[in-house]
Every structure is written in structure tokens, then in C-alpha cells.
């Protein structure tokens, strides 16, 4: 089915087209009032939690470092507000355990302005420097998987990055903070492409938008142009049709360039770092000021909210000041997810923290979960959707039957298990409504920890 | 304020399996209207009663909970609509209500309901009334018949656990002869009688005893098709390989085998191909499985017809496949992304937007060269060999 992919105009194979529901990507960029108190946790990104540089009582100012890496994949975190140190100790988190994390509490007449940072000559850095300089912003990938991005710009010896990708597609429904960063923040973006390019060695940035976002293109292609010749190579802009899951760093390659990752390995197989917008951005607006990341873009939007928009909100404001701000009808709101609609996690609690990963809040409300509400499960019926839409080219209806029967291990032997990166899209289009991406989460942390179980 | 924490993802596309299958019926219903035009009264008792039948037994078996699917996902519809369809319009009714009650006992409940049978409900009841009715089964009656709106064919309403009467005393009372209850196959099975291809298609001409239209089938699911209900690839692929093969045949010698035209359109090809053999459950979920098993189907089908005793193959084909249809699964996996001949080889998709390297469309080197298509991967590049040759100079 290559060649009816091809004639299509198909970015990549499969996929679905989910309602774009993008009502927030008219609304600016506005900041959130300072939250009364802030939570910081210790753990917001993929790698080993930081270590608190501060105790309880002691005053901060926005913009301080209050946490450092304790390993080479962990990252700094700084001060969302000027103000006091509450407690350093367990606090809820979105997943549900508790955890780790600093709380701030604001002093009512601080400016909150980000006194700390102090401006740096990024033209003189070497390479390693300016690895460092990334590290030092507590700078992970805003785009929703939270990995440190001074790792993933540090080229292992021995490999050769020629290409930066920048990920502009936000393919998930309702988001819409990268596509107003692109817009607004353009100058920025450009900034931090050209940093990152110096810290890999790229000698070209691709940035890569979903052709729904023909706007931000366009302001992209115009700042572009204004930018000129640079000594760094060159940068293009690209429109690659919309499709789910685009976002996801192997699709995305594959819109650009036709070609597939091998699997198991990273796009540095093939020479190029991939990396997205909202980081590339923030990277370009601390950087050269030397600030650290205190506050980032979050999209808030559904039917349960009354001002969705899309806001510049601290690193660790709770969830419930952000929807009370927002307007989050209480009677309404059925669900509130962290992310987008198809890989986005249910919160557990509203007093959970925003953290760097978070790319939007969605109160969604009966209107948008009726469907999921009034099913009914049906076994399979082999309709063959989930095949037809797995990106993966998996057989997720097999897999599920397998799941069903605990047959964990030829689900990883046989079928491919760990190729799926729970994108969702089967369980989307299942007639059955068998909630397969959630099988597969399951019965991958089985294997996980029999494995772990096996090496003990 | 309470909220639920549910998996991602937290949407759903608007189908579901009810919807699939009201869509199966709606497609259904010009079809079964045009056998009613055909065959009148007897016609629509039979569908009536046959559904019922299936409807009843699929409600008794979810009361008594041996399966888990009710009549309110319209699968037992279905599966009544096509086993009238697949059996003569004249058909006693207490076999047809008989067959039903078979096809969802033995072919669905006892395997535990929709989603967990291995052949085709319909086609396990009328190869069950196949086998119990060899008689009935084989009596057609003419369509078109002056008076099928006021009066049933007399074998519709024999009695529970008789035979039916002969209808050749009832057709000379209508001025018919016996060959007239005859179907296009079993005309050429038996009497080396070939049916022209108009007749065939739309069978409105004449009294011919055929089943329902093939060309109103294929309309139909063609809409089926394109909405996405039923998967292209399977009709297609028994229709080309029961094509093929009976085209190869006719090449070889034409005055032994019909042509192919006639054995696509005749009997109850177009009918198992596009209705029966898609059963989503009883086919394959791989796309390439799916070609495989429409591939088998469309052969079998064609050497039954040619080489065995009855005059019809499709059923059997079509049973054989759905048994066949977990291994051709097997066999047919999909090549996960990143493990496919592409990876290893490195090789891009055509009309990719960017090459690979970034060498070659560098704005500054102005007499860089747009790469060639390399189809030996392991010969020297452009610029390797250009650096070569570059010490001769």
C-alpha cells in the first residue's frame, strides 16, 4: 500500500485524521497571574531526579538555581517565584505517587522579575560550552516527553549530526501552544535553532509544520528571510500534510525525508537530532540572557473551560489555580488531562503541579466523552482498522487478543510489543472500544519488571 | 468537583460495531427488495423467516448466556438476510427457520458469539440445510412469474417435517417447463447450456431461476467499500483469481470450460464475494492475508465448480477459507516501521521533500549536483569518484 500512500500525498503510512478541535490557535500568548504558592518537583523529566540546593526557610529569588543535577541525565531547576521556601517534601504529582518537590510560597509584593540571570557571550563558547550553557537553563524537551535536552543535543564520539529537526507539527487535537510560539515567538525560535545547531553540528534545520498551521509557516518563512545568510548553514521551513501522529519524531522523519528509522535505534542513525519547537524557542530566549526555565506555554482548553486560551504559566503551579483562573465550571468537568486528548494522562489530583513536560490542560466535559461514556465493549471483530491505522505497522488486533490471554511474552516475540510508542490510534478507531493502547501499557511493564525480576 | 482518570486516549471516532453492522443491513436491503420483486410472496416469507429465526436463536442463546452478543448489535440480522439470500426464494420455511437456527447455534453461540466464530454463521446454515435438504435446495423457482405477488410457490408452505412437492406439476399449470426451474450454473453443469451475460447481470429478462442481482450486489457494496465497512481487497481478490482462473481455463480449451464472464456472474459468486467472504471475523486482519485468502477463495471456488460434483463451489470455498484464514493470518504479519527492507537498506520513499544528506542542496556550494538514483548501493559516489579521478588530471 505504498503506492496508494504515495499517490495520496501521504506523509507516512496510516495514521488517523482525529477532529482537529484547535479553537485556542487564534488566542495570543498571555501570562498567567503568579500563583500564591508554587510545587516544584525534583523529578520533571525523563532521567534521575535533581538534587534541592535549598531548605526550608530560605528566601529565593525568581530565576535562582534551587535544585542541580545529581547525573548527567538530570537537569538544574530554578525558582518559578521570589519568595520562601516552604517545604522541600512529598507532594502529589499528576501520575498519582507522591513525590519529591520544593514549594515556594510567593511574597505578595515581589515583582517576580528574573533577577538572576546573567547575560553571556554565547559567540565565544565552544561547543561543550554551550552544552553546558543548554544544561544550565534546566532546559528538557517542552514538547511533552520531558528529556533533557543538553543530553540530546550531545553527539555521541564517533557520530555525526548533519541535520537539526525541528518538530513543529503538534498533531495531538485541541493543543496549540507550539503553533502561537511559532507565530509569536518566531525571533526566538530562530535563536535557539541557531544555538542548537552550534551545540550539535548541524549544518541544516528543517523545521517541519502540519500544513493546518499554514500561518505559522509563513511568519517562519518570513523571519527566515529577514535572518539572511548565516555562518551556521541553513534553515527551511516545511509544510508536511496533516496527519496523527506526525508529532512523533519517526512519522515526522519520515514526512521529510521518506526515510524509516531502523527500529530500536534513534534518528541519530541517520544523522539528525530532532527537537521541538516550544524548546528550540525557550532555548533562544534564555540563553543568551543566561536565565534559566521558570515558566513555559500551556494550552488550556475543552468544553469544561470558559477562557481557554493559550497561557505563559510558572513551573509548578498547582492545576486548580490554573483552572480557576481559567474558568473550569466545576458541574462540567468529567475529565482533566495533562497533554493532548489521544496520549495526554488523566490528573488524579488538581493539586498536582505544572511541570516542564506540560504542554496543555484539558477540562474535557460530557459533550467531548459522550462516545466513551454510553460504549459498549464488544469483542474483536477483526475489522481490521487498528492495522489499518497502527503507524507502527503493527497488528494491535492480535496483540490484544494476545493480551487478553496474558501471552505477554510472544506479544513481545512474535508481535513487536515494545515497537509501540502508544500513540493511541487503535484504540481511536476500534469499533469494540477494547481498550488496546492501555493493554499494551500494561503489558509492557509486565515484561518490564519480569525482566528486572529475571536479572535479580 | 470530581473527576475520573480514564486511559489516553480520551476521544473515539463515531463507529462502533453496532454501526458497522446497521450499515451491513442497510446495504442489504435494495438487495433483498429486488429478490422480492423477483420472486414475490415466497421471497419475502423466506427472508421474514429465516431472519426471525436467527434473530430468536441469536436472543435465546444471549439469555442463556452462552455468548456475549445480543440481537441489538444486528449481526443475527445480517447473518438471517444473507442465508435467505444464499437459499432458493421458494424454500420451505420450516427448513429456512431450521437452517437459521443452525447457523446460529452451531456457527456462532457454540463458539461463544460474534467475534469468536470461525466460519460464517450463514454459510454454516446452509451448508447444514445443504446437506439435510439436498432436494429443496436444489429446486429454484422461476422468478418473474405472473401471479408471485398472489399466491406462494407451494413449496414455501410445506408442512413442518415434510418434503416438499415436486413443482414441475405446479409449473405446467403455469405453462412453464421444468427447465425453467433450472439456474444458470446447473444449466451448464448439467445440460451444457451457457446464460448470456446481460441476463446474468441484471437478471430481468426471461424467467431465469437466479438469485439475487449480482450487479444491485456489486452497487451495493461498492458503497460498502468506500464508506469502509467491508475491505476492498477481499471481493477483489476473489473476483480476480476466480477470473484469472477461469480466463486460463477458457484459453486453454474453450469448448470444455464456460467463459469467464459467466463464471463470475453466475450462482452465488458475487454474493459470497462481497457479502459473505468479508466477514470481518472470519477473514483475515492483515492486509496482505487478506489478498491471500480472497486469492484462495476465487481458486477454490472455480475448481469446485469445474471438477466437483455440485454445480455451486463458493460455499465450500468460502469455508474453507475462514478455516484457513487464522493460519494465512499467521503467515501474513505486517513489517513493523523500522523493519522493513526500507530501514535496512537506508533507502528513502519517492517524492520525499528533502534527500538525506544535506550536501546536496547546499545553497552555498552552487555547483553541487543533484543526486542519481542509485540503484546499486554499494557502487562509489558522485563525489568519491570525482576525487578519484582528480590525480590523473
Not at chain 1, 498536582?352 to 474535557?364: C, D, F
Not at chain 1, 462516545?371 to 492495522?387: D, S, T
Not at chain 2, 441489538?72 to 442465508?83: K, Q, R
Request: aromatic share 8%.
Amino acid at each position: 500500500m505504498r503506492l496508494v500512500s504515495y499517490l495520496r500525498g501521504e506523509a507516512f503510512q496510516r495514521g488517523i485524521h482525529p477532529p482537529e478541535e484547535k479553537h485556542t490557535a487564534a488566542l495570543p500568548i498571555r501570562r498567567l497571574p503568579f500563583p500564591p504558592r508554587v510545587v516544584v518537583p525534583l523529578m520533571q523529566h525523563i532521567g534521575k531526579a535533581s538534587r534541592a540546593l535549598v531548605r526550608v526557610g530560605d528566601e529565593v529569588v525568581r530565576g535562582q538555581r534551587i535544585a542541580e543535577a545529581s547525573d548527567w541525565l538530570s537537569v538544574p531547576h530554578h525558582a518559578p517565584l521570589t519568595g520562601r521556601v516552604e517545604a522541600v517534601g512529598l507532594r502529589p504529582s499528576a501520575r498519582g505517587p507522591w513525590q519529591e518537590a520544593i514549594v515556594i510560597r510567593a511574597y505578595p509584593s515581589a515583582t517576580q522579575q528574573d533577577l538572576a540571570g546573567k547575560p553571556q557571550d554565547l559567540e565565544a563558547m565552544s561547543r561543550a560550552q554551550l552544552i553546558e550553557a543548554i544544561r544550565d537553563t534546566g532546559m528538557v524537551g517542552l514538547g511533552g516527553a520531558a528529556f533533557p535536552t543538553h543530553a540530546k543535543f550531545s553527539v555521541p564520539a564517533g557520530a555525526e549530526v548533519h541535520t537539526l529537526v525541528v518538530n513543529g507539527c503538534e498533531c495531538e487535537p485541541y493543543l496549540t501552544c507550539d503553533h502561537r510560539i511559532m507565530l509569536e515567538r518566531s525571533e526566538w525560535l530562530l535563536a535557539g535553532i541557531r544555538y542548537a545547531m552550534r551545540a550539535t553540528g548541524a549544518r541544516r534545520a528543517i523545521i517541519g509544520i502540519e500544513d493546518n498551521k499554514a500561518d505559522a509557516h509563513a511568519a517562519i518563512g518570513a523571519a527566515i528571510a529577514r535572518l539572511g545568510t548565516i555562518p551556521e548553514g541553513e534553515i527551511h521551513a516545511e509544510l508536511v500534510p496533516t496527519k496523527y501522529p506526525q508529532g512523533s519524531e519517526k512519522m515526522l522523519l519520515m514526512a521529510l525525508f521518506g526515510a524509516e528509522i531502523p527500529a530500536g535505534q534513534l534518528p541519530l542513525a541517520l544523522g539528525m537530532v530532532v527537537s521541538n519547537v516550544g524548546t528550540l524557542a525557550s532555548l533562544g530566549e534564555l540563553l543568551p540572557a543566561g536565565r534559566g526555565l521558570t515558566e513555559r506555554v500551556v494550552t488550556i482548553a475543552g468544553s469544561g473551560v470558559k477562557r481557554p486560551g493559550n497561557y505563559l504559566v510558572p513551573i509548578g503551579t498547582p492545576i486548580s489555580w490554573l483552572l480557576e483562573y481559567a474558568g473550569a465550571p466545576e458541574a462540567k468537568a468529567k475529565e482533566v488531562i495533562l497533554g493532548g486528548p489521544m496520549m495526554g494522562q488523566a490528573v488524579a489530583s488538581l493539586d498536582a503541579p505544572i511541570t516542564k513536560g506540560v504542554s496543555g490542560v484539558l477540562v474535557l466535559s460530557a459533550q467531548e466523552l459522550a462516545r466513551r461514556e454510553k460504549a459498549k465493549v464488544y469483542p474483536c471483530i477483526k475489522c481490521g482498522e487498528c492495522v489499518e491505522s497502527c503507524p507502527m505497522g503493527l497488528n494491535p488486533s492480535m496483540l490484544g487478543m494476545l493480551a487478553a490471554r496474558r501471552e505477554y511474552e510472544t506479544m513481545e516475540s512474535d508481535y513487536h510489543l515494545f515497537e509501540c510508542f502508544e500513540c493511541g490510534c487503535c484504540t481511536y478507531v476500534c469499533p469494540s472500544y477494547i481498550p488496546l493502547v492501555q493493554q499494551f501499557r500494561v503489558a509492557k511493564q509486565i515484561l518490564r519488571e519480569r525482566k528486572l525480576a529475571a536479572a535479580r | 468537583m470530581t473527576i475520573e482518570i480514564r486511559p489516553a486516549p480520551h476521544l473515539h471516532a463515531p463507529r462502533d460495531v453496532p454501526l458497522i453492522m446497521r450499515h451491513v443491513v442497510w446495504s442489504l436491503l435494495p438487495v433483498c427488495a429486488f429478490f422480492v420483486y423477483q420472486y414475490g410472496l415466497s421471497a419475502l416469507a423466506s427472508l421474514l423467516v429465516v431472519t426471525a429465526s436467527c434473530v430468536a436463536t441469536e436472543r435465546l442463546f444471549a439469555r442463556t448466556g452462552t455468548q456475549a452478543s445480543d440481537i441489538g448489535d444486528f449481526s443475527a440480522v445480517i447473518t438471517g438476510l444473507l442465508l435467505a439470500l444464499s437459499l432458493p426464494p421458494a424454500f420451505p420455511l420450516w427448513m429456512g427457520a431450521v437452517a437459521g437456527f443452525v447457523a446460529i447455534a452451531f456457527g456462532k453461540a457454540m463458539t461463544g458469539g460474534l467475534g469468536r466464530n470461525v466460519f460464517n454463521p450463514a454459510l454454516v446454515g446452509r451448508a447444514f440445510a445443504q446437506a439435510a435438504f439436498p432436494q429443496a435446495i436444489a429446486t429454484y423457482s422461476p422468478s418473474f412469474l405472473p401471479g408471485r405477488f398472489a399466491e406462494f410457490v407451494p413449496s414455501t408452505l410445506t408442512w413442518p417435517l415434510m418434503q416438499p412437492p415436486e413443482l414441475a406439476a405446479w409449473l405446467k399449470v403455469n405453462r412453464f417447463d421444468a427447465l425453467a426451474s433450472a439456474t444458470p450454473l446447473a444449466l451448464w453443469k448439467f445440460e451444457g447450456v451457457i446464460t448470456d451475460a446481460e441476463a446474468l447481470l441484471t437478471s430481468l429478462s426471461g424467467h431465469m431461476a437466479v438469485g439475487p442481482s449480482p450487479l444491485l450486489i456489486l452497487i451495493c457494496g461498492a458503497y460498502l467499500a468506500a464508506r469502509r465497512f467491508l475491505d476492498w481487497r477481499i471481493p477483489t481478490a476473489i473476483l480476480g483469481a476466480a477470473g484469472l482462473t477461469a480466463w486460463l481455463l477458457y484459453a486453454l480449451s474453450p469448448e470444455r470450460f464456460p467463459n469467464p464472464f459467466f463464471m463470475l456472474f453466475s450462482g452465488g459468486l458475487i454474493l459470497g464475494a462481497v457479502y459473505m467472504a468479508t466477514d470481518m471475523v472470519t477473514s483475515p486482519v492483515t492486509p496482505r492475508g487478506m489478498w491471500l485468502y480472497g486469492a484462495l477463495i476465487g481458486l477454490l471456488t472455480v475448481v469446485i465448480r469445474y471438477y466437483g460434483g455440485l454445480p455451486e463451489g463458493v460455499m465450500y470455498a468460502i469455508l474453507i477459507g475462514n478455516a484457513a484464514s487464522p493460519l494465512i493470518e499467521k503467515i501474513t504479519q505486517p513489517v513493523p516501521f523500522g523493519k522493513g527492507p526500507f530501514a535496512r537498506l537506508g533507502k528513502t520513499r519517492m517524492g520525499a521533500s528533502y534527500p538525506l544528506h544535506p550536501t546536496y542542496i547546499s545553497r552555498e556550494d552552487a555547483g553541487a549536483e543533484a543526486p542519481k538514483k542509485r540503484i546499486f548501493i554499494h557502487k562509489p559516489k558522485q563525489e568519491d569518484r570525482r576525487s578519484a579521478e582528480k590525480p590523473h588530471e
